[in-house]
């Protein structure tokens, strides 16, 4: 009887069991961090025209992605991974998880915007552009009566106070571009004085990418630092959104690589040439996905409002884009933005509305010891505990990563000592910042 | 079922010994039971009987020493190769299944045809009288109701030995006498030896032929009821089964023989040969009572006291008399106008010497 | 050791061999594996405490662990503000629809993942629908979202049921005589609920509150998706995830939650030892129930009401989501329609397949390995038999992230025979990390249920030629199957909606379970009606199993309680 009943069972679940591929040819899988809208789109048409092969999207988070393709690299089922930040391609480059690969397809140029398109070491391609950008929800600038930003100096302005979201350039490929653009544009000191300008205006600092889009989507907060598609897929969906490219901005290529080791090939060599043909340049202009092609000529298709960064000059080309340097110093640069912005946003919101406060008492009657107060807590929101040289330095980043190519690079130090000292120092320096202007405000 | 598809089998134990962790709660316990015979485990609650008649069964930790049922060892057998039926206090009845599937459940374990199940149980239902409940779950039957359910569930199976875990402490006063005689005389008409936990010197009395007293893990006395009663082995024994005076003292030589002395009483010359402390036990119907300094026979022990206290049970009277610091009970026959003794009256007790149970501890 | 078994004790230890073996491969082996991490001198990789070290030494770890600890006990305390009048009400008073109540109050705990948050933001957040009304009236908003008490909130209206379920069954297994015996001797009202009543349900209140503080201290989407990063769940699975930064600091915040979780569940046991009344008593039927006058049912019936709108309000939110267009800074959606579920049905139909299939078999091998933990534990004398419990109930200390990793880390070299793929992208590995994660619920009701069956009622059936493993499945599992029903139900319901475990393992899209469709449907603003539609029928699922199971053990109760009348004469 009870065997009888475990066959049934058995029987049962293998019944039910979803479809199994059983990697034989003809099954792509692909990791992506790509929504629903484009991953759907781009499997439907490639296994139109490929009908032999069935694609499986394998849906992560890019961090997730990443984490998954090194901890199953020892018996890879993965064939490509497909995600928009060129950092977490290099962090697999590095960990020796990608292979080469030579595209046929004709006719995508060089470089978008300052950015190459292609991994200069030919590992992985760029198929699409995505920029950084603001976007806002009209109700809620309306209901609140806030005007609506132009550029990333903008969100310096005391009015979005509590406004503002972003994610954290640690949880997201594509902040972290964000972030590094402006430090490279602006300088270290400088471009970190504005981030922390702007994040004083910050309602929040949200856990994945999406999260700020949905906030902005939602009316949780007004306005958000988010990628163009995300502005423009939003709007395209109905919501009361909008979005525009500040001035400093920088195009990233999207971009696709083939796992080491990938079970099929062929398959995903196709998927590649897709991607760049000009009928899959052309499924980038689905107003679901709103992305920008690599190819130029795809644009002739494109809506009258589709920005054209070949064309128009002002998208993505005010930076030129050290990526050797944001390599360098990338894991530094994470861990400095969580330790002063991500963590303690609370202690820099609160001396941010301290100077704000103090600003707005001081305007129309100058003061010239309220005028020092208030530098003087500006200055110490500002300072940044490592200086450029040391956030480059190979020794000092080594901390921050497990891996270690080479026994022979000296570590001192483990993350948690050093971020525990950074910690101490910020939030000080915030604390103090927030009573010099405190005492600023009350002095006029 | 007929009493000649039962083989009896005798039960005996050797040197058994169970322990629940650090507790010791059986200690060297040997007993020998004949087969067909109607045996009774009584003691007070945590005198360790129902710990020996579970070992018997199977249940419990696993004890040291021996069991042998039918003179087969079966201490290392599960409860279920023992093949020995027990009706459990609680009955132990299946809620979820009818009379008819508990009754069926011990033959369809044993893989029976159903047709043979079909008919054993019928047997068995009619046997305890109970055909017509068949069909019911446990749940809707009265207690006597239950327990005859539960005790054809055991018999169905034709065990071995039976084995009854107070069997009758959950039913009232007059259905328990109804089925204390039931018991009896199926278990005088199947031959069954048959092993029956009891705190109630009455049920063992009435319904077996030998009886173990157990107390503190150790077995007291072995005997028919009589014998027990009559010639306790010890002061627990003594005192257990039924009502007994007790008298705590030394005997010793004197000019006059041999006399019982206690700081309780005046001395009490006695024919025995025996010396040192004793207890001197007797049983309150074998005094006769009367007023004191009455002249004494010469087999005759006398007791001087007062009465304390008097019930009138009916057919008796019950008086509390003392002497010295301790309580004599003394239970005179009652008849209609016979004189009776009041509280604060001086009395003397006598009984014969051959009533009187010497005992050393 | 076979030596030291007596006959009866073999089957069980082979089952129990068995069980200690799955439990050391599925859940110490892979937690291993990732925590050894936490013990490695990140720049040496021998072996050290100076991870610990840096923890207690780093200011934020020791505000994360501050900032855990109290939103974890506010939490308690919040859950029992809504969980006490719902379980007394209903267990103390004839209260209509007192079976629906305790239907509604499980509701809470299958909250989808994201969409679940999403309602919450669109209806209690800063500028969510009761804001928006309230700034709009008032002209004043609370911010019942924002930071630790954002926290408090959620996890309060997530959690409670934990409660409610235990406190209820402590009080339904409440002896009618204690409380008459008490009456007779003069007490009433408040003192016969403070004296007699409360400290007789003591245990199952702190049954429910040692969960509720383990699952908050533990939890981790809440505070992510609040954006909270103080605390210690998300702290390490932030240092855990990151690109490219490898910090033992999340392996070390990982092993201190599951040391931490384990002391609380020790305290809690330690504080019920030897107050575990229920076995002390019959069980005979609960409280007497009162009947009420009409004002205070209407008090009763408010109060009641108002919990119940306010606890189910994240449901009534994800409703309006899946049938709205846009909603947007506004109090209601712009517009409704049946789009998403079209969608839904027409795309995301694998899901829910899936969802059934994996919840369904793993809450079937819960209850399997529950009811044989329970048995070897409570029944045999098996020596290290207690570990089995600890084991099993360690699972729910372990993060699922944690889970997930160690499964890709343990497994993924391990390719299964015939179906020849690695067992850690196989869609089974799923079943097994969602059967440990929730392995503690279905136990602890097998463990009620087993305590529930007299053992004299399986010496019966072994005394009649019934084997061990025999009395078992004819006797003993019968009379359980209204616990390890519930167990059922309880794992079902919230691995259902588990994702944290799932969203590492899941290797082909096919493969996929609901949360993480749901989990895919968010990623995209289109997908947002989509993601709560199915959300919806997730819950839907879910509660009308719960709500049919409940029914069943209604009716499996009845039949009990007669007998246990009839047994009360028995043992009197």
Known sequence: MKNILFATLVAMSLALAPFQAQAAKGTLTIVTSYPKDTTGTFKAAFEKKYPNVKVEMLKKKTTAGIKYLQETAGNNTADMFWASAPDAFEVLKGDDLLIKYQVKVKGIPEKVGAFPINDPDGYYKGFAASGYGIMWNTRYLKAKKLPAPAEWSDLKNPVYHGHVGMSAPSRSGTTHLTVETLLQGEGWEKGWAEWKAIAGNFKTVTERSFGVPDGVNSGQFGVGIVIDFFGLSSQASGFPVEYRYPTVTTLVPANIALVKNGPNPEAAGAFIEFLLSPEGQELLLDPKIRRLPVNPATYAKAPADFPNPFKDSSIGSAVKFDLALSKGRYNVVNSLFDVMITYRLDDLRDATKAIHDAEAAMAGKPNDKAADLIAQAKALINQVPVDAATASKKEFNAIFKKKRKKAATKVEGRQAEIEQEWDTMVKDNYARAKSLAEQAKSIL | MTSTDTTAAGVDIENLNVSFGDTHVLKGANLSIEPGEFFAFLGPSGSGKSTLLRAIAGFGPTPTGRILIGGEEVAHLPPWKRNVGMVFQSYALWPHMTVRRNVAFGLEERKLPKREIARRVDISLEMVGLVDLAERRPAQLSGGQQQRIALARTLVVEPRVLLLDEPLSNLDANLRIQMRRELRELQQKLQLTTIFVTHDQEEANTTSDRMAVLNDGIIQQVGTPMELYDNPANLFVATFLGTANVLTGVVEDTDNGAQFGSSNCAPIPLDTEERGPRSLVFRPQNIAIAPANAPVASDRVRIDGTVSHTEFLGSIIRYGVSVGADTALVDDQHRRGAPVFAIGDEVSLFLQQDQITMLKD | ?572
């Open chain 3, 1 to 572: 050791m076979a030596s030291v078994l007596t006959p009866g004790q073999r089957g069980p230890a082979v089952a129990g061999g068995l069980i200690a073996l799955f439990l050391i491969f599925f859940l110490a082996v892979p937690m291993v594996q990732v925590v050894v991490v936490a013990f490695q001198d990140p720049n040496t990789g021998a072996l050290t405490l100076i991870n610990f070290v840096d923890f207690f030494r780093t200011s934020l770890f020791q505000e994360s662990f501050i900032n855990s600890f109290y939103v974890a006990a506010m939490s308690v305390v919040l859950s029992s503000f809504f969980a006490l009048p719902l379980a007394y009400f209903t267990t103390r008073f004839n209260f209509g629809g007192a079976l629906l109540i305790q239907t509604l109050g499980i509701i809470p705990l299958i909250m989808p993942p994201f969409v679940g948050a999403v309602a919450m933001a669109l209806l209690f957040g800063t500028n969510g629908s009761v804001n928006l009304l309230l700034d709009e009236w008032f002209g004043f908003t609370i911010p019942f979202m924002e930071g630790l008490n954002g926290v408090i909130f959620v996890e309060s209206i997530h959690y409670f049921p934990f409660i409610l379920i235990n406190l209820s069954a402590a009080l339904n297994n409440i002896d009618r005589a204690m409380e008459e015996s008490a009456q007779n001797l003069g007490a009433s009202g408040t003192r016969l609920f403070r004296r007699i009543v409360f400290p007789l349900a003591m245990p199952g209140y702190v049954a429910g509150a040692a969960l509720v503080f383990i699952k908050v201290f533990d939890d981790l989407g809440t505070p992510l998706l609040l954006n909270i990063n103080n605390m210690l769940a998300p702290q390490a699975y932030l240092r855990i995830t990151s690109i490219g930064i490898s910090d033992p600091m999340g392996y070390v915040i990982s092993v201190i939650l599951v040391a931490f979780s384990l002391l609380s569940l020790w305290v809690s046991l330690l504080a019920l030892r030897g107050k575990d009344y229920a076995t002390v008593q019959k069980g005979g039927g609960g409280l007497v129930r009162r009947d009420l006058r009409n004002w205070e049912k209407n008090g009763c019936y408010a109060v009641v009401i108002l919990i119940l709108l306010l606890v189910l309000s994240p449901h009534l939110g994800l409703l309006l989501l899946s049938f709205g267009t846009i909603w947007s800074f506004s109090v209601l959606p712009d517009g409704y329609t049946i789009g998403h579920y079209v969608t839904v049905f027409s795309e995301a139909s694998g899901y829910i397949t899936n969802t059934l299939l994996y919840a369904g078999l793993a809450a079937l091998f819960d209850v399997i390995i529950g009811t044989g933990i329970a048995y070897v534990v409570w029944r045999t004398g098996l020596p290290g038999r207690k570990w089995l419990d600890y084991g099993a109930t360690a699972a729910l200390a372990v993060p699922g992230v944690v889970i997930g990793i160690g499964y890709l880390r343990t497994y993924h070299g391990f390719n299964v025979p015939i179906v020849d793929q690695p067992l850690a992208s196989w869609w089974v590995i799923i079943v097994v990390a969602l059967t440990i994660r929730r392995l503690p619920y279905a136990l602890r009701a097998c463990v009620a249920a087993l305590q529930q069956v007299s053992v004299t009622l399986e010496e019966a059936a072994e005394n009649l030629g019934a084997t061990k493993g025999r009395s078992v499945w004819r006797i003993v599992v019968p009379l359980m199957s209204g616990g390890i029903l519930a167990g059922f139900v309880t794992s079902f319901a919230t691995a259902s909606v588990e994702l944290s475990a799932t969203l590492m393992l899941v290797a082909v899209d096919s493969d996929a379970p609901l949360a993480y469709g749901i989990y895919e449907f968010m990623q995209s603003a289109a997908g947002r009606g989509p993601g709560a539609a199915l959300g919806v029928i997730g819950v839907v699922f879910v509660g009308l199993g719960t709500y049919i199971s409940h029914r069943i053990i209604e009716r499996g109760r009845v039949t009990r309680e007669s007998t246990a009348i009839v047994a009360e004469g028995a043992f009197a």
